[in-house]
Each structure stands twice: as structure tokens, then as C-alpha cells.
């Protein structure tokens, strides 16, 4: 089992940067893949970036790319979500999620686990 629970949201102006963290409790922390996800309102929830076990591979969704990375530390049991040059449709609610398995994976019905989101919000 494991509990998450997202922090670091927030309004930003557009171009502007937020880091998200998520705090993993649970002894697998290390075992899983961990992910992030975002839902706008009247959306379908996105994948945004997954990070194997290690950290040793990371992918993150094309529109995202050269703008949001992905990293963890194993030793704190947390997973963060660089945010950088924000656009105002990066607004939505970002999730951290954790999949019980070595394989990445892009889509939400493939992760375990849940946090409850956090709200980013990007003024134009």
C-alpha cells in the first residue's frame, strides 16, 4: 500500500515555474513507477510524466517536453515535477500516482495508487 500526498501547487504567472512534490508513505516506495497526471475542468486526466524505479528513465508527454521534468529520491520517499515556462493551458489539477510494476506507463488506469491533486493555476 501506499499513501501519497501532493504539495507545491499554486497560481503562477504565465511563464513563470512551480515545483511539485509528492511525499510516499508505504515501505515499496522504491518498488514503484511513480507518475504524474492533470485533470482540467471538462478534461480527460493527461498524462504528464512517469520515472522508473532508480530514476534511471523518465518520459514526459510530448507537449510538455524541454518545459517539465521528472525526478525522485528514493531516500525521502518523494517524487517532484519541475514545472517550467508555464502556459495558461497547464492549468488543472496535478496528481501523483504510483504503479506497482517495473514498466512505465502513460496511462492512468495503469497506476495503483492515487493523491488527492493538487490545483495549478497559470494567469495569462
Known amino acids: 500500500q501506499v499513501q501519497l500526498v501532493e504539495s507545491g501547487g499554486g497560481l503562477v504567472q504565465a511563464g513563470g515555474s512551480l515545483r511539485l512534490s509528492c511525499a510516499a508513505s508505504g515501505r515499496t516506495f522504491n518498488s514503484n513507477v511513480m507518475g504524474w497526471f492533470r485533470q482540467a475542468p471538462g478534461k480527460e486526466r493527461e498524462f504528464v510524466a512517469a520515472i522508473s524505479r532508480a530514476g534511471s528513465t523518465t518520459s514526459v508527454a510530448d507537449s510538455m517536453k524541454g518545459r517539465f521534468s521528472i525526478s525522485r529520491d528514493d531516500v525521502k520517499n518523494t517524487v517532484s515535477l519541475q514545472m517550467n515556462s508555464l502556459k495558461p493551458e497547464d492549468t488543472a489539477v496535478y496528481y501523483c500516482?504510483?504503479?506497482?510494476?517495473?514498466?512505465?506507463?502513460?496511462?492512468?488506469?495503469?497506476?495503483?495508487?492515487w493523491g488527492q491533486g493538487t490545483q495549478v493555476t497559470v494567469s495569462s
Open positions: 500516482a504510483a504503479r506497482s510494476f517495473s514498466i512505465l506507463a502513460w496511462r492512468a488506469g495503469d497506476y495503483q495508487y
